[in-house]
Structure formats: structure tokens, C-alpha cells
């Protein structure tokens, strides 16, 4: 059965510093998506990452994928208080098993 | 214009009652699922359809009954709700065959008391 682990789980921090959530999964995939969910709302697409060695960047966030060790980061540069909030990474299993697993979450809070 | 809409966006009830949300999409999109949010955030499939057709059964209690009109439409039916059914449930959608990112709707709030 497919996991997907992120970690941390929780992660506070304060503006300006750099930090790294990280998403582990246990089958093979070559696609991965990157949500963020502000408190109370839906789910919103951040990355599709479609390869391995695949990076992509919007503003100070930063996703990649190394499919061989079945690994993606999010990585958050200068943290500020509006990336507050709850990211989940996303395996797409469609090859095997025709369906996407969530990560757990990582529920970012960003001090002021 | 709502890509993926979800109705009710709430919903109270008492144990025991059957209540149903209803999801449609805009997207031309062939497959839509419903997933469950629980308290702790974990997000969860339930049932997957691509063109009305049931792909995904995620172990979920028969009391769950999806049902696809078309497919532009995914709906929930819940019968004898419980306690432990409370619960954010999000519709999506995705094109096929491979879906890219999923599309959400803005989820129902669910309250079994």
C-alpha cells in the first residue's frame, strides 16, 4: 500500500527564515502535486511536478522531485506571515492504482 | 464562473438522519471524486467516477452512496449518519487519462450531533 509521509507535521517559524518540508513516498511515481489550504478553505494547486529532477519555483517557494529516492521538498525562502498555512503533497498512483494519496499536512505558521 | 461547486456548503444534522451534497463541474473534465477531511486534516479518498462509471471504492461504509448523473456531476448520499461521519468533504475533479492537479470544490462542512 502506497504512504506518503511529510515532515514536519507542524512547523513554526519566524519571517525571513529559510525552512524545508519534505514529502517521502513508498512506490514508484514519476508525478507529484504540491496544495496549499488556507484555514477554512479549499485546496489549491501550487506545483505539478511531472519528472524526476523536476523543479519549479513561484515567488519564494520552491518544489522538487527526485523520483528515484522518492522524495519531494517544498522549500520556503524568507519566510513571510502570508505563507501561513497547511501544504500537502500529493502522489499521483494513477499507473498503479488510478488514484492521487495525500501527504498528512504540514501546517506552516509564519511569526511576524 | 465556479470551476468545481459544492452545495451545501454546511450542513447540522442529528445522528441518524440521511442527508446528500451535491458537486458539479465546469471543467470538461471525464473523472471527479469526493475525498474526506477529518478533524486532523487528513485528506482521504472515497470514490472516484471518470464518465459516470465507478472507478474508486475506498472502503467506505456502505451508508456512502455516490451517484453520477452525468459527468459533470458527483453527488454524496448519506444514510443514518453518525457521529464519527462529521467531516469536511471535498469534491474534484480531474481531466484523464492522466489527471495533472486536481481541482477542488470548496467543500461541505458536515456536523452529525
Known amino acids: 500500500e502506497l504512504k506518503v509521509e511529510q515532515n514536519p507535521l507542524f512547523l513554526s517559524m519566524q519571517e525571513g527564515k529559510n525552512y524545508t518540508i519534505y514529502c517521502n513516498y513508498s512506490?514508484?511515481?514519476?508525478?507529484l502535486y504540491w496544495y496549499r489550504q488556507d484555514p477554512g478553505k479549499s485546496l489549491e494547486s501550487l506545483f505539478v511536478?511531472?519528472?524526476?529532477?523536476a523543479v519549479k519555483q513561484e515567488g519564494r517557494l520552491m518544489a522538487s522531485l527526485d523520483t528515484k529516492a522518492r522524495l519531494s521538498t517544498l522549500h520556503i525562502t524568507a519566510a513571510v506571515h502570508d505563507l501561513s498555512a497547511t501544504y500537502f503533497c500529493?502522489?499521483?498512483?494513477?499507473?498503479?492504482?488510478?488514484?492521487?494519496?495525500f501527504g498528512k499536512g504540514t501546517r506552516l505558521h509564519i511569526l511576524p | 464562473d465556479t470551476a468545481v461547486s459544492q452545495t451545501p456548503k454546511y450542513l447540522v444534522t442529528q445522528m441518524g438522519n440521511d442527508k446528500s451534497i451535491k458537486c458539479e463541474q465546469n471543467l470538461g473534465h471525464d473523472t471527479m471524486y469526493w475525498y474526506k477531511q477529518d478533524s486532523k486534516k487528513f485528506l482521504k479518498i472515497m470514490f472516484s467516477?471518470?464518465?459516470?462509471?465507478?472507478?474508486i471504492n475506498e472502503t467506505v461504509p456502505n451508508r456512502f452512496s455516490p451517484k453520477s448523473p452525468d459527468k459533470a456531476h458527483l453527488n454524496l448520499h448519506i444514510n443514518s449518519l453518525e457521529l464519527g461521519d462529521s467531516a469536511v468533504y471535498f469534491c474534484?475533479?480531474?481531466?484523464?487519462?492522466?489527471?495533472?492537479?486536481?481541482?477542488f470544490g470548496e467543500g461541505s462542512r458536515l456536523t452529525v450531533l
Open positions: 474534484a475533479s480531474s481531466p484523464r487519462p492522466r489527471p495533472g492537479e486536481l481541482f
Open positions: 511536478l511531472l519528472s524526476n529532477g
Open positions: 467516477y471518470n464518465n459516470k462509471e465507478l472507478i
Open positions: 512506490t514508484t511515481s514519476d508525478r
Open positions: 500529493a502522489v499521483d498512483m494513477f499507473d498503479v492504482d488510478d488514484k492521487i494519496i
